[in-house]
């Protein structure tokens, strides 16, 4: 027997499941947690989620994720620029 949610809670399941790694079991546990928190903590989250959104970007240089032009990596004046990581993902 399944258990039907609220629209707005099955809805909030829903788009927690499709995280990386987040089965519906853990959508599920990180909806109520959600649901149980505080509002002003849930717009903190909630906000956090956008402000990475819009400030977050690729370093023109290496395309490291960064919140400037160029990330801390290839901004460091001791690095050494003649050897590279390369990387699938940040």
Do not use: F, W
């Amino acid at each position: 027997m399944s258990y039907q949610y609220t629209r707005p809670l099955a809805i909030l399941i829903d788009e927690l499941s499709k995280l990386p790694g987040i089965g519906p079991k853990t959508a599920q546990r990180l909806a109520l947690y959600i649901l149980n928190i505080s509002r002003e903590e849930a717009g903190i989250l909630a906000q956090s989620i956008i402000n990475a959104k819009e400030q977050i970007r690729r370093c023109q240089i290496c395309h490291n994720l960064t919140d400037q032009d160029t990330c801390e990596i290839c901004r460091d004046k001791t690095r050494q620029k003649d050897i590279i990581c390369v990387v699938e993902t940040a």
